[in-house]
């Protein structure tokens, strides 16, 4: 068997093909059922990746059976999915300190990334970077490449992304973190073909075309697009990506930018409302809607 014998399922979950398209199921969660690792290690990773595809896609019926489970990476996802989708701020906030309980008790990779993602939710960079020293691994450090760009810190988030070379560049998640990189310091064209390659090399299910990629690969190739001035081009990109997750808050809200450079009102309308819909506390929801707000607060005042 080989050294890394689930780097085939690391890299389709890392391109994205978990979402749930049509028939047959995405590539990482039918993999991932399908394989059998050769040792505990691999197994305990293997369950991990499972309920993260469970998480992404999603699929909460079967990540709730798992908040007993045995394994700690399908315990950390079922308490991100109670984080993300309960409405109950009390629960929630139990389910954080279960999480970052979990992580510190196991000392478990998924746990641990579970936990370094729900500190930057909240804000809290510097816990969440600390999260991702604990385990040196390739995700991890890709993990703290998309930290740094978070925080606009574009010249640490360069110097992470060079401690990740040289051990594995071929990985999608290094090949990911590089494109992220690329888009921030303003070389949308190697980041543009970046996804085009792994669109090309992974496609969401076995057959289909070159051109069709995960909704994560299909919205890079969009930012890269819109990046290089290539509005019309950009759009095509996420009318693929509408097509397989048309609730998806980050196709939506890239959209919405597309079609405002193109002069399309009633598209964006169309695409804002619907962001507004699925998604009401997004951050570009909540800034329009204050922008909104101060406008009717002045015309009141002109009025009075």
Not at 134 to 158: D, I, R
Request: charged share 20%; proline share 4%; glycine share 4%.
């Amino acid at each position: 068997m080989a050294d890394d014998e689930l780097q085939e399922v690391r890299d389709n979950f890392y391109v994205g093909n978990f979402q749930k398209a049509s028939q047959p199921p995405a590539q990482a969660l039918q993999m991932c059922e399908s394989t059998q690792g050769s040792h505990d290690l691999a197994q305990n990773e293997l369950r991990a990746t499972l309920a993260r595809c469970c998480l992404s896609i999603p699929l909460f019926d079967r990540l709730k059976a798992m908040q007993n489970s045995d394994c700690p990476g399908e315990q950390a996802a079922a308490l991100m999915a109670v984080i993300l989708k309960s409405r109950n701020e009390q629960q929630k906030a139990s389910a954080k300190e279960k999480l970052y309980g979990l992580a510190a008790q196991t000392h478990d990779m998924s746990c641990a990334m579970m936990a370094a993602i729900t500190y930057a939710m909240d804000g809290s960079w510097n816990d969440a970077v600390q999260q991702t020293k604990a385990h040196p691994t390739l995700e991890m450090q890709a993990l703290c490449v998309f930290l740094c760009l978070s925080c606009n810190q574009f010249s640490m988030a360069e110097k992470k992304l060079a401690e990740m070379a040289g051990n594995n560049d071929d990985s999608a998640v290094f090949r990911l973190a590089t494109a992220a990189v690329k888009l921030a310091t303003g070389d949308p064209e190697e980041a543009y073909l970046t996804y085009c390659d792994l669109s090309t090399q992974f496609p969401p299910a076995d057959g289909e075309d070159s051109e069709s990629g995960s909704v994560l690969l299909q919205t890079g190739k969009a930012l890269a697009n819109m990046q290089r001035g290539m509005y019309t081009e950009a759009v095509e990109d996420l009318q693929r990506a509408v097509a397989v997750a048309p609730n998806d808050p980050d196709v939506l809200v890239n959209m919405c930018c597309c079609v405002t450079h193109l002069g399309k009102k009633d598209e964006f309308q169309t695409y804002y409302a619907k962001l507004e819909q699925t998604c009401p506390t997004h951050a570009y929801v909540v800034k329009t809607q204050s922008l909104t707000d101060v406008f009717t607060r002045f015309k009141a005042s002109l009025a009075a």
